[in-house]
């Protein structure tokens, strides 16, 4: 079992960046792929983007590619989520999530349902 803590959210102005963090708890971190999704005011929660258990791979959804990067620190138990050119339809509650992937290859799991374990949230509003 893994515990997850978002962190790094805040206001911010259209174009300004922010670096979120998730702290992950528990055994075996390197062995979860990880991802982030988010979740808009009346909206469903979408993925944006994941990261194998390596690190070696990286998937994005299409509204936040070029802009984001996502990275990870297996010796920290971290996932980073780099959020440059940020735009007002960025504005959401973003969630790290966790999935067990026993050194899986070659797949990287984008279904909310696929994953196992979720942070508690990290608010981003980007202002206009």
């Known amino acids: 079992q893994v515990q997850l803590v978002e962190s790094g959210g805040g206001l911010v102005q259209a174009g300004d960046s922010l670096r979120l963090s998730c702290a992950a708890s528990?055994?075996?971190?390197?062995?979860?792929?990880m991802g982030w999704f988010r979740q808009a005011p009346g909206k469903e929660r979408e993925f944006v983007a994941a990261i194998s258990w390596s690190g070696s791979n990286t998937v994005y959804a299409d509204p936040v590619k070029g802009r984001f990067t996502i990275s990870r620190d297996n010796a920290k138990n971290t996932v980073n989520l780099q959020m440059n050119s940020l735009k007002p339809d960025d504005t959401a509650d973003y969630h790290c999530?966790?999935?067990?992937?026993?050194?899986?290859?070659?797949?990287?799991?984008?279904?909310?349902?696929?994953?196992?374990?979720w942070g508690q949230g990290t608010q981003v509003t980007v202002s206009s």
């Open positions: 528990g055994r075996a971190f390197s062995s979860y792929d």
């Open positions: 999530a966790a999935d067990w992937a026993n050194f899986r290859l070659g797949y990287i799991p984008t279904a909310e349902y696929e994953y196992d374990y």
